[in-house]
T-cell receptor, first 115, second 116 residues
């Protein structure tokens, strides 16, 4: 069973705070993604990666950094969090490996609130 | 750019009633888009419901079906008889073929509530 695990599941921080969202996949997938989901919007792609050390810019990258340390681990960093980054964040993976090739496998989401 | 528009929710139906969630797309950067429906049940991540990669074809899963209509640029999701367990958020999405098939354009999601 393809698996993507995110942590923390819920996070509250203040404006200007530093937040790291973590994602680990055990699917042996090469691609990993960070999306955000806001009311009235579809999921929007922040950053993605096709392997350890690689980072690609998505559609809404401003205010976010990301790092892919291993094939399994992909981190999203908010160094100066703002209320506009309050959102539900999803990590996903895809590629050859466990599961259906090319299909996206999502984590359960990380709800971030910036006060 | 590419975009997906789907039925505004929430959609509320009674168990055993029929369902249609509309989805239309605009694919300006992709000549032959793949079309998807993803579903998110409460407390879970999104999971693929069905996928169609060829215009004119129909996909089906768990009693749901959707037909890829290139003429009307639509990919409506239908089910003849819904169950309470179908209550979830449904997302229509489009993407490209090729290695990076996870780079999708999503609709805003449609909340479905099925009453017993």
């Amino acid at each position: 069973e393809a698996a993507v695990t995110q942590s923390p599941r819920n996070k509250v921080t203040v404006t200007g705070g530093n937040v790291t969202l973590s994602c680990r996949q055990t699917n042996s997938h090469n691609y990993m993604y960070w999306y955000r989901q806001d009311t009235g919007h579809g999921l929007r792609l922040i950053h993605y990666s096709y392997g350890a050390g690689n980072l690609q810019i998505g559609d809404v990258p401003d205010g976010y950094k990301a790092t892919r340390t291993t094939q399994e681990d992909f981190f999203l960093l908010l160094e100066l969090a703002s209320p506009s980054q309050t959102s539900l964040y999803f990590c996903a993976s895809s590629g050859a490996g466990t599961g259906v090739p090319g299909q996206l496998y999502f984590g359960e989401g990380s709800k971030l609130t910036v006060l | 750019g590419d975009s997906v528009t789907q039925t505004e929710g929430p959609v509320t139906v009674s168990e055993s009633e029929s369902l249609i969630i509309n989805c239309t797309y605009s694919a300006t950067s992709i000549a032959y888009p793949n079309l998807f429906w993803y579903v998110r049940y409460p407390g879970e991540g999104l999971q693929l419901l069905l996928k169609v990669i060829t215009a004119g074809q129909k996909g089906s899963s768990r009693g749901f079906e959707a037909t890829y209509n290139k003429e009307t640029t639509s990919f409506h999701l239908q089910k003849a008889s819904v169950q309470e367990s179908d209550s979830a958020v449904y997302y229509c999405a489009l993407g490209n073929t090729g290695a990076n098939t996870g780079k999708l354009t999503f609709g805003h999601g449609t909340i479905l509530r099925v009453h017993p």
